[in-house]
């Protein structure tokens, strides 16, 4: 975990109370009946709801612009006065910056009320190498736009970052986009932020220090759980993979073990949206499984190609060599956060085509990439049957052979 996302109200301060009082002395000025319950529906998903949502559903939008102005101009006045900063917040800064970690914050706010609760809580603006507010998104949480956004800025995958919330909005927005949320129950209780996906749920942010010193502990010896965690995902959210992670798993590749070190593998980085649906019809997908193959929206963000280069290793047999740094890529891709899939059941010629590789690179195996859209796990293996098969939970269980079954022992 080398990332951390904030969200900004219910976490690090509290201007809730403020900014409702602002949009109900707004909405009442300019006449638009409500009570402070209304609110609760939007709390988490940019305070400009409480007036657009509220004032529509009174039929009164016209009064939306002004009482807007009014609300923020309220905040403004009396946000250094009545703003509640947690007692742990700046404390939990400090000691994350003193740890080294990157520290981002993803607000629904608009950038001048996230300015101003900045200010106003004594917290600086450099605290964070990203910012991002309301207006960096064209959707708001719940909608994963600001979660992915930031993982973009940081240039991050979404298994090195954590998301601390507060809101029911927020902790759906940071699990769609793939990332382990940490929720404080500041404005939900437990149940409801369980139900929306948390996975650590906390009293108080600074906990979150104990969090991340077992999350650090589970993963001293992380290879082996990478490997156990690691299997073939099928289904993805169409979310965008950095370019950079993609040649950090090239690179994962290249320094595979090659035979007579002769490293004739080359690695094609597909992302190329119209490369990606010419190549997906080459492709065959979960032989066991009914309704294996991804729909539309579940395809794969990413390909890279293994490419087999004959004029370092004329006898074009490069299975053995693809084989382990595909399972390197597999591995590395598990630990940022991703899945994968090997594929060799391929059109190989026209893949060639597509690519317009030259005659000495041949496609040798494609590794699917995507943040994953289903989980999947080792079983132990019954009666021989080595198919993989979907439990009733739609998660997909692979047979394993027992490891007795497997080791001899001379
Ligand atoms: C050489 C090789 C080729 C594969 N080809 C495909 C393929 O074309 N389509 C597919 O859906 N899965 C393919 N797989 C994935 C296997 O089905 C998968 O590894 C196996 O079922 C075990 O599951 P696990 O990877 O989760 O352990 C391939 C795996 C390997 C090693």
Request: overall charge negative; charged content about 30%.
């Given at each position: 975990?080398?990332?951390?996302?904030?969200?900004m109200d219910g976490?690090?301060?509290?201007?809730?109370?403020?900014?409702?009082?602002?949009a109900?002395?707004?909405?009442?000025?300019?006449?638009?009946?409500h009570?402070m319950?209304?609110?609760?529906?939007?709390i988490?998903a940019?305070?400009?709801?409480?007036i657009t949502?509220?004032?529509?559903?009174k039929?009164?939008s016209?009064?939306?612009?002004?009482a807007?102005?009014?609300?923020y101009?309220l905040?403004?006045?009396?946000?250094?006065?009545?703003?509640f900063?947690?007692?742990s917040?700046?404390?939990?800064?400090?000691?994350?910056?003193?740890?080294g970690?990157?520290?981002?914050?993803?607000?629904?706010s608009a950038?001048?009320?996230l300015?101003?609760?900045?200010?106003a809580?004594?917290?600086?603006?450099?605290?964070?190498?990203?910012i991002?507010?309301?207006s960096?998104v064209?959707?708001?949480?719940p909608?994963?736009e600001?979660?992915?956004?930031?993982?973009?800025?940081?240039?991050?995958?979404p298994?090195?970052?954590?998301?601390i919330?507060?809101a029911?909005?927020?902790?759906?927005?940071?699990?769609?986009?793939?990332?382990t949320?940490?929720?404080v129950t500041t404005s939900?209780d437990r149940?409801t932020?369980?139900a929306?996906?948390?996975?650590?749920?906390?009293?108080?942010i600074?906990?979150?220090?104990?969090?991340l010193?077992a999350l650090?502990n589970?993963?001293?010896n992380?290879?082996?759980?990478?490997i156990?965690?690691?299997?073939?995902?099928?289904?993805f959210?169409?979310t965008?993979?950095?370019?950079?992670?993609?040649?950090k798993?090239?690179?994962?590749?290249?320094?595979?073990?090659f035979?007579a070190?002769?490293?004739?593998?080359?690695?094609?980085?597909?992302?190329?949206?119209d490369m990606?649906?010419k190549?997906f019809?080459c492709t065959?997908?979960?032989?066991?499984l009914?309704n294996g193959?991804?729909?539309?929206?579940e395809?794969?963000?990413?390909?890279?190609?293994?490419l087999g280069?004959?004029s370092i290793?004329?006898?074009?047999n490069f299975?053995?060599?693809?084989?382990?740094a595909?399972?390197?890529?597999?591995i590395?891709?598990?630990?940022?956060g991703?899945?994968?899939?090997?594929?060799g059941a391929?059109?190989?010629d026209e893949?060639?085509r597509?690519?317009?590789l030259?005659e000495?690179?041949?496609?040798?195996?494609?590794?699917?990439?995507?943040?994953?859209k289903?989980e999947?796990?080792a079983?132990?293996?019954?009666d021989n049957?080595?198919k993989?098969y979907?439990?009733?939970?739609?998660?997909?269980n692979?047979p394993?052979?027992?490891?007795?079954?497997?080791?001899?022992?001379?």
């Amino acid at each position: 975990m080398k990332y951390i996302i904030f969200d900004m109200d219910g976490v690090l301060i509290d201007s809730e109370p403020v900014t409702m009082k602002a949009a109900s002395d707004a909405l009442t000025k300019y006449g638009v009946e409500h009570t402070m319950d209304d609110f609760k529906e939007f709390i988490g998903a940019g305070e400009d709801k409480f007036i657009t949502c509220l004032s529509e559903r009174k039929g009164k939008s016209e009064v939306i612009d002004a009482a807007m102005k009014e609300m923020y101009s309220l905040i403004e006045e009396r946000a250094e006065k009545e703003l509640f900063v947690y007692p742990s917040s700046l404390k939990l800064l400090k000691e994350l910056k003193k740890r080294g970690y990157t520290l981002a914050l993803a607000s629904s706010s608009a950038i001048n009320k996230l300015k101003v609760s900045l200010k106003a809580a004594n917290i600086p603006e450099n605290t964070f190498d990203v910012i991002l507010s309301g207006s960096d998104v064209t959707k708001k949480k719940p909608d994963p736009e600001m979660y992915l956004k930031a993982m973009e800025k940081l240039n991050a995958g979404p298994s090195e970052c954590i998301v601390i919330e507060d809101a029911v909005n927020g902790v759906k927005s940071a699990v769609s986009a793939g990332i382990t949320c940490f929720a404080v129950t500041t404005s939900f209780d437990r149940e409801t932020l369980k139900a929306a996906g948390a996975s650590f749920i906390k009293d108080d942010i600074i906990e979150l220090l104990d969090v991340l010193d077992a999350l650090d502990n589970e993963n001293n010896n992380s290879a082996y759980k990478a490997i156990l965690k690691r299997r073939s995902i099928r289904k993805f959210k169409q979310t965008p993979i950095p370019y950079e992670k993609l040649e950090k798993l090239a690179d994962c590749g290249r320094l595979s073990a090659f035979g007579a070190n002769m490293q004739p593998l080359k690695f094609g980085i597909i992302t190329d949206k119209d490369m990606l649906n010419k190549i997906f019809p080459c492709t065959k997908w979960a032989a066991y499984l009914e309704n294996g193959t991804p729909k539309e929206d579940e395809r794969p963000a990413a390909y890279i190609a293994i490419l087999g280069d004959t004029s370092i290793k004329s006898n074009g047999n490069f299975d053995c060599d693809s084989g382990l740094a595909s399972s390197s890529i597999m591995i590395a891709a598990q630990e940022m956060g991703y899945g994968s899939c090997m594929l060799g059941a391929l059109d190989r010629d026209e893949i060639h085509r597509i690519l317009s590789l030259p005659e000495n690179l041949c496609v040798v195996h494609l590794i699917a990439l995507g943040v994953p859209k289903q989980e999947s796990r080792a079983v132990t293996m019954r009666d021989n049957n080595v198919k993989y098969y979907l439990d009733k939970n739609g998660v997909i269980n692979v047979p394993k052979r027992n490891l007795d079954e497997v080791i001899l022992k001379f």
